[in-house]
């Protein structure tokens, strides 16, 4: 069974610029989670779908982050314009349904200059 | 709020050695808990979970955890440690999923283990 796929594994930019992230859950799983993970913290839930539906994104800073799974399948992680406090480990999880276990993908680390 | 409390930033112990790393957690109703492990440049493995009944739970790679609900604690354990278990290791509280309600999972902050040959 293919895991949880990210892209890019890294991106590096400059501060103010946009980037996007890239996520494809397992197949069959409904729910898909981004979470942001800073250097020496745990990883925090920046949104949650279910299907295509958004369940939470009471953390993500909406001034500058947004997200989208059209499809209820693969899903896109945006920011715009980034800052350097947004330098992270971006990581994507999916389960197979609300409050199943959580499959993470390997990361995006993204780096603001 | 949820919250979990991982005391020890970082522990080192010997090859052979056993292991216990502790996590505190804070939560208003019957807790779903896990511990992941996350090696350099890689994404977060579960190792257990716990979720009802039998308060010891068995994992993967030799792990164990016991919940303890007077101790609001749920800490790792493992008799003898291999150098390969060295990695980062994040306890983490979610709702239950009897309740109904969004599967929201609240991390520590991470014990990163070392292990000495």
């Known amino acids: 069974e293919a895991g949880v796929a990210q892209s890019p594994r890294y991106k590096i930019i400059e501060k103010r610029q946009s980037v996007a992230f890239w996520c494809n859950p397992i197949?069959?799983?409904?729910?898909l989670y981004w979470y942001q993970q800073i250097l020496g913290q745990g990883p925090k839930l920046l949104i949650q779908?279910?299907?295509?539906?958004?369940?939470?994104d009471s953390q993500l800073p909406k001034d500058r982050f947004s997200a989208e799974r059209l499809k209820g399948v693969d899903s896109t992680l945006k920011i715009q314009p980034a800052k350097l406090e947004d330098s992270a480990v971006y990581l994507c999880?999916?389960?197979?349904?609300?409050?199943?276990?959580?499959?993470f993908g390997p990361g995006t680390r993204l780096t603001v200059t | 709020a949820q919250s979990v409390t991982q005391p020890d930033i970082h522990i080192t112990v010997s090859e052979g050695a056993s292991l216990e790393l502790r996590c505190n957690y804070s939560?208003?109703?019957?807790?779903?808990l896990f511990w992941y492990v996350q090696s350099p440049g890689q994404g977060l493995q579960l190792l257990l979970k716990?979720?009802?009944?039998?308060?010891l739970v068995q994992g993967i790679k030799g792990f164990e955890a016991e919940f303890k609900r007077s101790q609001s604690s749920f800490n790792l354990r493992k008799p003898s440690v291999h150098w390969s278990d060295a990695a980062e290791y994040f306890c983490?509280?979610?709702?239950?999923?009897?309740?109904?309600?969004?599967?929201?999972?609240?991390f520590g902050t991470g014990t990163r283990l070392q292990v000495t040959l």
């Open positions: 999880a999916s389960s197979l349904n609300r409050g199943y276990e959580q499959y």
């Open positions: 197949s069959g799983h409904a729910t």
């Open positions: 779908f279910q299907n295509n539906g958004v369940v939470d």
């Open positions: 939560y208003g109703a019957t807790p779903y």
């Open positions: 716990y979720f009802s009944g039998d308060t």
């Open positions: 983490a509280v979610g709702a239950n999923p009897n309740t109904g309600t969004a599967s929201k999972l609240t």
